[in-house]
Nanobody
Framework: QVQLVESGGGLVQAGGSLRLSCTAS????????MGWFRQAPGKERDFVGT????????AYTDSVKGRFTISKDNAKNTVYLQMNSLKPEDTALYYC????????????????WGQGTQVTVSS
C-alpha cells in the first residue's frame, strides 16, 4: 500500500520560509518522479514543481522560480519543498504526488497523493 505523508506546513509572515517534507512508504522512490502541487480555497490544484528521483533534475512553475527549491533524501525516502520569500498568494494546501505518465504539470499524470499540508502566509 503506497502512502505519501506531507508535513511542515504552518503559518508564516510574508517574506518568511518554510520547508515541507513528503515521506513515502510502500514504494521506493527509485527512478520515479515526484511532484508538488498546491490548492487554494475555491481554486484548482496547481503544479508547483517536480523532481526526477534519478539524477535530481527539477522543474518549477514560473511563479515560484527562484524562491522554491525541491530536493530529496534517498536514505529517508523523502522529498522536500523549501519555500523562501513567501507571499500571501502562496497560501494553499500543498500536496506531493507520485508521477505516473504524461505532462508533469497535470494532476492526471500522478497516481498517488498525500493528504496535504496547509501553508498560510500572512501579509
Amino acid at each position: 500500500q503506497v502512502q505519501l505523508v506531507e508535513s511542515g506546513g504552518g503559518l508564516v509572515q510574508a517574506g518568511g520560509s518554510l520547508r515541507l517534507s513528503c515521506t513515502a512508504s510502500g514504494r521506493s522512490f527509485g527512478t520515479y518522479r515526484m511532484g508538488w502541487f498546491r490548492q487554494a480555497p475555491g481554486k484548482e490544484r496547481d503544479f508547483v514543481g517536480t523532481i526526477y528521483w534519478s539524477g535530481g533534475h527539477t522543474a518549477y512553475t514560473d511563479s515560484v522560480k527562484g524562491r522554491f527549491t525541491i530536493s530529496k533524501d534517498n536514505a529517508k525516502n523523502t522529498v522536500y519543498l523549501q519555500m523562501n520569500s513567501l507571499k500571501p498568494e502562496d497560501t494553499a494546501l500543498y500536496y506531493c504526488a507520485f508521477y505516473r505518465s504524461g505532462s508533469v504539470d497535470a494532476t492526471s499524470s500522478y497516481d498517488y497523493w498525500g493528504q496535504g499540508t496547509q501553508v498560510t502566509v500572512s501579509s
